[in-house]
Structure formats: C-alpha cells, structure tokens
T-cell receptor, first 110, second 113 residues
Framework: KNQVEQSPQSLIILEGKNCTLQCNYTVSPFSNLRWYKQDTGRGPVSLTIMTFSENTKSNGRYTATLDADTKQSSLHITASQLSDSASYICVVSGPGNLIFGKGTKLSVKP | DAGVTQSPTHLIKTRGQQVTLRCSPKSGHDTVSWYQQALGQGPQFIFQYYEEEERQRGNFPDRFSGHQFPNYSSELNVNALLLGDSALYLC????????????FGQGTRLTVV
C-alpha cells in the first residue's frame, strides 16, 4: 500500500533553535517528493520538490534531504522563527497522484 | 499573476443539502485536482480534471462529482451532505497530468450542521 509516514506528530521548539522533521514512504513507483508548509486553515505552500536523483535541496532556512534507497526524507529548519509555526507535510508523487503524509505540527515559542 | 483562487472561503450547510465549490487555476495551468482535508489530517485526493474530463479518482463516493470548464476552472459538487463531509476542501492546479509541481488555493472550509 502506498503510504507516507511522518514523525514526530508534533514538536515544540524555542525561537532560534534548529529542528528536523522526518518522512518515510512506501510509494512505488516514485516520481518526486515534496515538502509543503501549511498554516492553520490555509492551503499548503510548496517549500521544496526533489526527484529521486537529488539528495538535498534548500530554500532559505529550509533544507530537505532525500535517500531514495531507504525511502526516507528529512526537512531541517535552521534558526527557527515564530512564523515557522505551522504544519509541515511530506508529499510523495506516486502512480498518478500525490500521496500526503498527515504532517508534523511545529510550534515555535518565544 | 493570480495564483489558485477558491470560492467561497467558508460555507455552512445543513445535512442532506447540496454544495458547489469553485476553483480557478493558476495562470498557465490546465489541470485541477481536489482534496478533502479533515481536521488534523493530511489532504485526501478526491479527483483530478484535465481537458474537461475526470482523469483520476480517489476513494470517494459518487456523491462527490466535479466539472472542468473550457477556461480550466473547476467545480466540486457534493450531494446529500453528511456531517462527516465537514472539512477543508483544497484545490490544486498544475500543468499536465505528469506530476508537475502543484499549487494550492487557500481552501474552502465547509461545515455541515
């Protein structure tokens, strides 16, 4: 079954600290992996998109990694800001459509 | 360049009623996909429209139907609403059906009472 699992479910960190979110997937065939940021009640906004041949991709303070052999990805957030508080969703492009993880809810506290 | 726009932003309906949600894709995009997102969950794929036809469908009953117009905009219709249909409905547009990057609208929050 095509699935995307994310961990942790939720995370609380202090402003300025770094954090890493994890994503494991069992989607096949695999086309690409995306990380989205979703503010509460809003649509997801794309952070990064990686094909199987890419190991890492950065977007400002966000850095995503991909290990296509182990089917794992991570999203590293550097020097967190209050505005980083949101859900971060890992999305894998599978056979014909996008398969979403349930997301990691990140809270950044002052 | 307008992004993906959805209307309305919020909607309250009574159980058993019918609802229509609307989506205008990002300029240059010809494919529209619809998702249902329950509170605290990731989005679930409903269906995808390309060239005015439903190309793929997720695990949703026939009460969920859609349409795509010649200008690529799309509608999602839900009949015989159930309390469990309460969710954020997201529209995503992309170019073609080959899993190119998708851009999401802000969503329509549907509440069924």
């Amino acid at each position: 079954k095509n699935q995307v699992e994310q961990s942790p479910q939720s995370l609380i960190i202090l402003e300025g600290k770094n954090c890493t979110l994890q994503c494991n997937y069992t989607v096949s065939p695999f086309s690409n992996l995306r990380w989205y940021k979703q503010d509460t009640g809003r649509g997801p906004v794309s952070l990064t998109i990686m094909t199987f041949s890419e190991n890492t991709k950065s977007n400002g303070r966000y850095t995503a990694t991909l290990d296509a052999d182990t089917k794992q990805s991570s999203l590293h957030i550097t020097a967190s800001q209050l505005s980083d508080s949101a859900s971060y969703i890992c999305v894998v492009s599978g056979p014909g459509n996008l398969i979403f993880g349930k997301g990691t809810k990140l809270s950044v506290k002052p | 360049d307008a992004g993906v726009t959805q209307s309305p932003t919020h909607l309250i309906k009574t159980r058993g009623q019918q609802v229509t949600l609307r989506c205008s894709p990002k300029s240059g995009h010809d494919t529209v996909s619809w998702y249902q997102q329950a509170l605290g969950q990731g989005p679930q794929f409903i269906f995808q429209y390309y060239e005015e036809e439903e190309r793929q469908r997720g695990n949703f009953p026939d009460r969920f139907s859609g349409h795509q117009f010649p200008n690529y905009s799309s509608e999602l219709n839900v009949n015989a609403l159930l309390l469990g249909d309460s969710a954020l409905y997201l529209c995503a547009s992309s170019w073609g059906t080959a899993n190119t990057e998708a851009f999401f609208g802000q969503g329509t929050r549907l509440t069924v009472v």
